[in-house]
Every structure is written in C-alpha cells, then in structure tokens.
C-alpha cells in the first residue's frame, strides 16, 4: 500500500508557472505508475499525465500538451507535475495517484484504473 501527498498548489497568474508535487511513503514506489488528474467544480476528475514505473514513458492530454512535464525521483519517492503556461481553465483540484505497473503492461490515463489517490492540492489560475 502507498499514501500520497501532494503539494505545491497555489494562485498562479494566467501564462505563469507551477510545480507540484507528490510525496509517496513505503519502499515500493518504483513498482508503481503514477498519475496526475484535476477536477474542476462542476466536472468530473479528468486525467493530466501519467508516467511510468520507470520513468521512462510519459503520458500526456491534449489539453496539456507541451505546457506540462510529468517526472518521478525513484530514490525520493517523489513524483512531481511542472506546469507552464498556464490557463485559466486549468484551474482545477489536481490529484496524484499510484497504480501497481506490472511487467509489460500499459501505464493507464483513466482515474477508475489507479489504486491509490492523495487528497489533492488546489491550483487557482486568475489575474
């Protein structure tokens, strides 16, 4: 089992930056995919990138698409979401979460496939 925590939201103005992270406790970080979704008032969760047990695939939505950059720290049991450009529709409850990756299996984008959630950050984007 894993417990997540998340950090880093805040107001941001719009085409300004943000970094979040998620602090993973237990020794098996690494056996995990992890995932980052939000959830706007209103709306349902929806997914933002995801990364590989490894690190080594990384996955993103179209909405997010080159203003976003997901990354992990296996050794710090670390996953962190960097932000730029940001818009004002992305302001939203973002979310991480962990999914046991087993060999050769796909990282999945949909929030019903992850096992574990944190309780989420707020990330406001206004002037």
């Known amino acids: 089992q894993v417990q997540l925590v998340e950090s880093g939201g805040g107001l941001v103005q719009p085409g300004g930056s943000l970094r979040l992270s998620c602090a993973a406790s237990?020794?098996?970080?690494?056996?995990?995919?992890m995932g980052w979704f939000r959830q706007a008032p209103g709306k349902e969760r929806e997914f933002v990138a995801a990364?590989?047990?490894?690190?080594?695939?990384?996955y993103y939505a179209d909405s997010v698409e080159g203003r976003v950059t997901i990354s992990r720290d296996n050794a710090k049991n670390s996953v962190d979401l960097q932000m730029d450009s940001m818009k004002r529709e992305d302001t939203a409850v973002y979310y991480c979460?962990?999914?046991?990756?087993?060999?050769?299996?796909?990282?999945?984008?949909?929030?019903?496939?992850?096992?574990?959630w944190g309780q989420g950050t707020e990330v406001t984007v206004s002037s």
């Open positions: 237990g020794r098996t970080f690494s056996s995990y995919a």
């Open positions: 979460a962990a999914v046991t990756q087993r060999a050769y299996s796909l990282v999945p984008t949909t929030a019903r496939d992850y096992e574990y």
């Open positions: 990364i590989s047990r490894s690190g080594s695939f990384t």
